[in-house]
């Protein structure tokens, strides 16, 4: 690292709150799959802001309604109607089972309003007394007080009690856990298809099939946390379509904007109709910008062959790195779906990216030691097998 560099990050960092440890590396531009730091090196960028950058750095057609929208009209006040609100809405209620939607900012703001959806419809069609939810251990649906109550962390963080009372922590992928802790009480279920912080568990189909089944018979709102796994991430616009089984209410953020922040709940009727003018609104959520890059983002999305490459170029991942697997004992399980991957190695995580890095692949940590690779979906064959070389190199340098 140059001295111009840390004095940088020595000088950002002095002035931050301390939420993350720094990185040794100040970046500066990035196009495509590809981010550069102030000295001129490439990295190839697998981390992707953790699974934001869906369509890559730069895209063109991001760029372009960026600009052609914050020219024509950047803010209203959320009560008015737009017209790329209304592309967006179209688009995200066609394109899934929702049939009214809520924009946000974040994913934290998505969970937010469906734990508030799901409370309030739960208080109104069962009673004031059903306002239990259960959650899963190794969860993470972010850091607002709703979302870090049905966190796995919070049972590390006692400094921050009292949390949302009447959460519950059920185990992963094991439904007699879940049976025990339903009662006549529980308003909802949140879960994450494929556990993005947890360490890239994908949920079992038959489990999430059972879960549909105990909510439909129970009367209990089922909510998919797609923050991190929807918007292609997992090779299908939504994950829950690889799963065969529809939530009553889904949260979007992350992929939806590509970069651009941008957060969602989608909603059954009966459920989303919960929240009523008064009980729920955002000062920035739906904005014209907001919504038109969500609209073009989609669009890009929905384009012929772009499900297509995620998927082609999850195989060439998937299969590169069971191949690593094969060749050395300290990496001891691939994991994950689509461009959402999980790699389970001995070495410490901190090593492992840090040696990484050094070779040109930006990546992050999930879980207690999970390498965690999610790269733009725009992502090349080539660009695959030069991520999967530099693992290899990496692997076998940290072997000796
Ligand atoms: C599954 C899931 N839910 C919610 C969140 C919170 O999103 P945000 O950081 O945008 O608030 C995240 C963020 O990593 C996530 O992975």
Redo the contacts with the bound molecule.
Sequence with gaps: MSEQAKKIIDETFSLLVKTYSPQPVVLDRAQGCRVWDTEGKPYLDFAAG??VVSLGHANPAVLKTINEQAAKLMMCQASYATAPKLKAAKLLTENSFAEIVYFCN????A?ETAMKCARKWAYEAKGPACNEIIAFHNS????TYG?ASITEKRHTQPFFEPYVPATHFADFNNFESVEKLVNHNTAAIFI?PVQ??GGLASADPDFLKALRKLCDDKNICLVF?E???GMGRTGTLNAYEQFGVEPDLI?W??GLGSGFPV?AMGARKKFGEAIVAGTHGTTYGGNPLACAVTATVIEEMLKPGFFENAQKVSKIMLEGLNEIKRASNKVTAVKGRGLMIGLDTMFEIKDLLGALQKNGLMATQAGKNTLRLTPPLTLSEDEANEALKIIEKTVQELEA
């Design positions: 953790i699974a974040s994913g934290a703001e969970i993470f649906h972010g850091r979302a994450e993005g912080e946390d923050v991190q796994a949260t953020a992350k957060g």
